[in-house]
């Protein structure tokens, strides 16, 4: 499971002209389900995405969460964040996880962000055409990497 984490004063996705899921200060997560992606990948990203402490506390030093700031999640899936490099120039989408089996996935890691976390989550429209629009705040953006299960 790999995220792209992006700390934003605003984020929204539009699909066909709507505004599907917007959020004020918190965080934008771009969220890619590989193949071999489980329990202890959603788990394990659910509590870093909602623990990850990248906002400044009163010293100015990234300390806090968006839990601790009482912020907002954006929660986009992205595919492409899949995309395997080595050979060539077109990108490979063969360690991406199956639609049917990421939305799934997709739902549950949103879902338990919220319950399980207690953070406020906005989301995009799974397999959509989506046009994300962010004020990334510093700019602030982190890779989180998960390998999935082995075998």
């Not at 990108?91 to 879902?111: H, I």
């Not at 959509?128 to 999935?148: C, E, F, H, R, S």
């Amino acid at each position: 499971m790999r995220a792209l984490v992006q700390r934003v004063s605003e984020a929204s996705v539009v699909v066909e002209g709507q505004v599907v899921g917007a959020v004020e200060r918190g965080l934008l997560v771009l969220l890619a389900v590989e193949r071999g992606d489980g329990e202890k990948q959603l788990e394990e990203m659910v509590r870093k995405v909602a623990r990850l402490r990248i906002f400044p506390d009163e010293a100015g030093k990234m300390n806090l969460s968006v839990k601790d700031i009482e912020g907002e999640v954006l929660v986009v899936s992205q595919f492409t964040l899949a995309a395997d490099m080595r050979k060539g120039y077109r990108p490979s989408f063969s360690l991406a996880e199956e639609p049917k089996r990421a939305e799934a996935l997709y739902l549950d890691y949103c879902q338990r962000l919220n319950q399980h976390e207690g953070v406020v989550v906005a989301q995009g429209l799974f397999g959509a055409d989506m046009q994300v629009k962010l004020i990334n705040d510093g700019p602030v953006t982190i890779w989180l990497d998960l390998p999935p299960q082995e075998g």
